[in-house]
T-cell receptor
Framework: ETGVTQTPRHLVMGMTNKKSLKCEQH?????MYWYKQSAKKPLELMFV???????ENNSVPSRFSPECPNSSHLFLHLHTLQPEDSALYLC????????????FGDGTRLSIL | AQSVTQLGSHVSVSEGALVLLRCNYS??????LFWYVQYPNQGLQLLLK??????LVKGINGFEAEFKKSETSFHLTKPSAHMSDAAEYFC?????????????FGRGTSLIVHP
């Protein structure tokens, strides 16, 4: 039990589909993050939310649309993705303090056909 | 701005041998430092962290790391490798109070353990 739950664990979709990734934490954290992890590439920070407000968007293409309705839930809406978007998408949460470690979910393995 | 360098994308050791994974950082303020481990098909898990106080930090699974300010390093060690230690290891840095709470991660080091 990591405290951060991601669903689904695996997702296969065509380039014209629309799907959503879900992340949920019950650790009382107020910051939530989306990361992209591709093979042979470093961990890429995509978005950061703090108290439901987006504070970071690292030049992510608009085909990725995040949503944070409350401090416990985070979504990543996907539409018209490209093959290069196939990757492991990790959600994390933390306190908004530099000494607070991040807690990660087990990720969603996304494959774009 | 902060950055992390992990020397060696792969480290290979024999079971029972010393594990040494290197991490160097740069930060404009005193850093907070972290090591995470990622097993296949899982997310990252915290191994240990340094914030203040004792510079030798002990973590889970027999790992430890030493903060050396003069060398801007935070290398991870374990005296005796076990097969179950095979995983990806990430070093991360965030700024002490006044700086960003969002950590910067290194590129990761894959630890391979041979029988």
């Amino acid at each position: 039990e990591t405290g951060v739950t991601q669903t689904p664990r695996h997702l296969v979709m065509g380039m014209t589909n629309k799907k959503s990734l879900k992340c949920e934490q019950h650790l009382g954290h107020n910051a939530m993050y989306w990361y992209k992890q591709s093979a042979k590439k470093p961990l890429e920070l995509m978005f950061v939310y703090n108290f439901k407000e987006q504070t970071e968007n690292n030049s992510v293409p608009s085909r990725f649309s995040p949503e944070c309705p409350n401090s416990s839930h985070l979504f990543l809406h996907l539409h018209t993705l490209q093959p290069e978007d196939s990757a492991l998408y990790l959600c994390a949460s933390s306190q908004d303090r530099a000494d607070g470690p991040q807690h990660f979910g087990d990720g969603t393995r996304l494959s774009i056909l | 701005a902060q950055s992390v360098t992990q020397l060696g994308s792969h480290v290979s050791v024999s079971e029972g041998a010393l594990v040494l994974l290197r991490c160097n950082y740069s930060s404009s303020v005193p850093p907070y430092l972290f090591w995470y481990v990622q097993y296949p098909n899982q997310g990252l898990q915290l191994l240990l962290k340094y914030t203040t106080g004792a510079t030798l930090v002990k973590g889970i699974n027999g790992f430890e790391a030493e903060f050396k300010k003069s060398e801007t390093s935070f290398h991870l060690t374990k005296p005796s490798a076990h097969m179950s230690d095979a995983a990806e290891y990430f070093c991360a840095v965030s700024d002490a109070p006044g700086g960003s709470y969002i950590p910067t991660f290194g590129r990761g080091t894959s630890l391979i353990v041979h029988p």
